[in-house]
């Protein structure tokens, strides 16, 4: 009893990542537009890279009759090296103005250790309204670029909106 008191206390006082919630904050929204699917195939295929390149990919949209939202959660994390770094995920919704529905959607942490391919998510309910109880859980974001049979293939973080 007495290790499982001082694993827990460790994990909550000294690991404050692993029970940090996630907080999308909306950066921008644009109407009648649509998500750039053409940059996120790019990124898929691993032919777009770079730090001003990814994010432009989830902040420029094209013309359309749907509203599309940019997020960014911010956190602290354990990086591929073993120290804490801040991270930066990134998330666009595109949604039906008429309706509420989430059309289509994608997620990325920017500064992830792998090819950049590797931890770019899309979403597959595409049946989730729009609303500001909406949880990142609720969208079951797959990677884009992994088979089902992968331990990363399913995005198994949390994460909700604020806007």
């Known amino acids: 009893m007495r290790r499982l ?10 690991c404050p990542a ?8 909306l950066q921008g929204k ?12 790019k990124l898929a295929a691993d032919k777009l890279q ?29 990086s ?5 770094k801040r991270f930066h995920d990134y998330l666009v919704l595109q949604v039906d103005p008429k309706t509420q529905r989430i059309t289509d959607g994608y997620q ?24 500001a109880d909406l949880t990142l859980e609720s969208l079951d974001f797959r990677c884009f670029s992994l088979g089902a049979d992968d331990i990363r293939y399913l995005l198994n973080e949390g994460g909700t909106l604020a806007f």
């Open 5 to 14: 008191l001082v694993l827990l206390l460790f994990t909550g006082l000294l």
């Open 18 to 25: 692993f029970a940090q919630e996630k907080v999308y904050q």
């Open 30 to 41: 644009s109407e009648r537009s649509r998500i750039d699917t053409a940059a996120f195939k």
């Open 50 to 78: 770079g730090r001003n390149a990814i994010a432009q990919a989830f902040s420029t949209q094209r013309s359309g009759r749907d509203e599309v939202y940019f997020f960014i959660a911010t956190f602290l994390g354990d």
């Open 80 to 84: 591929y090296d073993g120290t804490q």
């Open 108 to 131: 990325y942490t920017l500064e992830w250790s792998d090819s950049p391919h590797v931890d770019l998510y899309r979403i597959n309910n595409k049946t989730t309204l729009f609303r």
